[in-house]
């Protein structure tokens, strides 16, 4: 008797045990490394207007939404927490045409509110279809954080003047916002020609309202401002009407496998613009355009930029820094593993006569030009007027590493004009090998004033006009004057 207990008993107990292990199962299965949860709060107002949709989103036609589906309730053990996916939000479902003819601004406009509304939602623009989409601002900075972008299909800029009234200085704009995603296989078309030329000749004369001027000042196609943790992936930026892609005061940026296009002779459609931002990356991006395929303006930071192609277009530069007798600061950047290609200078560093502040601790590592003018440029006398001011303070250049610059140049390997009070110092050159594309009456030798540093290795060809040691007519800046 008490041998046959004892196996009751052993049964019941595995039985509970069995019972035990299956409610972990099911609830760690759910927890567990297959399932990635993310935290979606619901948007009761999206839901309620019948915009808000869990997955994925298809157009209906109406554009309306069927009631949500009661949740069934739970039996026992299925208490435990499900993953849950991104609420979509769908321009299409929003009104937006899609015809590339429909104005679809407005439904971009609704779309963006519901989806700031929603931490970590995404708002679509599905492929297969052209929006047409006035000047638009997607701003916080009240709206929740990492929203995504979704492009996919093609928006394109208005060519009616009136679109534009008196000029703007950007087209779709983001602001104030903490993790914005753009990503996606689609398209920003700019249709800058209209813009380039200030005619409107080779503009589709279907358009019937291209009958006035457009407005001098022009737009950039896709900026963001003040914004923290911005990721630009995926997508195409072309023929804009000015600038493609800039980041103003924004922080945590990254830009990678984009491509930014338009014609070489494109005026001022420089690829990408920063400006006071920190903490940027761009990487494997192919990059052609009418002027700086990367331009580095004043307050930039902590700035890495590799595996980029680059051409047609003006090169990389920092500057032009201290226009009107301004103070910049510029300090580490890095400029690694770039392929430049049919570009009027290779490497660049300019700035304006009268300016203050300084750039310092740069590196250009890893460039390979071909049938570039200059690949290596410091102008501290640039200008782009017909006559500029001689002036006497100068934006101080220092600590700048050029390392491995191999390839063909069209005009001069290497220009340092560097200022008389303010000269450059530690200047240093390492494995630089210029060959001149072919030779031509106005080939030009390397050219060097008022710079200081060293060469670490021969220069191809020999740079003779190089100082060494530290420049003794240094200016000292004033405490306001300095970075």
């Known amino acids: 008797m008490s041998s046959v207990s004892l196996k009751g008993l052993g049964v019941l107990l595995l039985l509970v045990f069995l019972v035990l292990c299956s409610t972990f199962d099911v609830c760690d299965g759910r927890r567990g490394k297959h399932w990635r949860q993310k935290k979606a709060p ?257 307050g930039c930071s902590n700035v890495y930029i590799h595996n980029v192609n680059c051409g047609p277009g003006h090169g990389i530069s920092i500057g032009g820094l201290g226009k009107d007798n301004t103070k910049a600061c510029v300090s580490n950047i890095t400029v690694r593993d770039v392929n430049m290609h049919n570009t009027m200078t290779g490497v660049r560093i300019k700035t304006w006569q009268g300016g203050s502040g300084s750039v310092q601790s740069i590196r250009f590592a890893n460039i390979k030009v071909s049938e570039v003018q200059t690949p290596i440029i410091i102008d501290q006398f640039y200008c782009d007027r017909r006559s500029c001011k001689n002036q006497t303070a100068a934006v101080a250049l220092s600590s700048i590493a050029y390392e491995n610059i191999k390839g063909t140049f069209t005009v001069k390997p290497v220009h340092f004009a560097c200022s008389d009070s303010m000269p450059c110092s530690d200047i240093s050159l390492t494995e630089v090998e210029l060959e001149p594309l072919q030779e031509q009456y106005h080939m030009y030798e390397p050219f060097c004033w008022q710079v200081y540093g060293e060469l670490y290795t021969p220069t191809v060809p020999p740079i003779f006009c190089l100082q060494t040691g530290k420049p003794t007519s240094n200016r000292i800046q004033s405490d306001h004057d300095s970075c």
């Open 42 to 298: 619901a948007s009761s107002l999206a839901q309620k207007k019948g915009k808000g949709k869990i997955g994925g989103s298809h157009h209906n036609g109406g554009g309306g939404q069927s009631s949500p589906k009661p949740s069934p309730k739970l039996g026992p053990g299925e208490g435990c927490p499900v993953a849950t996916q991104a609420v979509m939000f769908n321009v299409l479902d929003f009104g937006a045409k899609g015809d590339g003819v429909s104005d679809d601004t407005k439904a971009f406009e609704a779309a963006w509110a519901a989806a700031c509304k929603v931490e970590a939602s995404t708002m679509v623009v599905p492929a297969e279809f052209q929006f047409l989409v006035g000047p638009i601002s997607f701003s916080g900075p009240f709206c929740q954080p990492n929203i995504v972008f979704q492009l996919d299909g093609t928006i394109i800029a208005p060519t009616s003047s009136t679109a534009w009234g008196s000029g703007l200085l950007q087209w779709l704009e983001f602001t104030k916002l903490r993790g914005i995603t753009i990503q996606g296989s689609g398209t920003i078309e700019g249709r800058g020609s209209i813009w380039w030329t200030g005619s409107e000749s080779d503009v589709d004369p279907i358009n019937a309202r291209l009958s006035a001027k457009m407005p001098q000042i022009k737009p950039t196609a896709l900026r963001f401002y003040g914004s923290y943790n911005v990721t630009v992936t995926g997508i195409t930026i072309q023929n804009s009407p000015q600038c493609h892609l800039k980041f103003d005061y924004c922080e945590a940026v990254q830009v990678f496998n984009m491509t930014i296009s338009s014609p070489g002779d494109s005026p001022n459609t420089d690829g990408i613009h920063l400006q006071n931002s920190i903490d940027v990356s761009i990487h494997h991006t192919d990059l052609g355009c009418g002027d700086d395929c990367i331009s580095i303006q004043t």
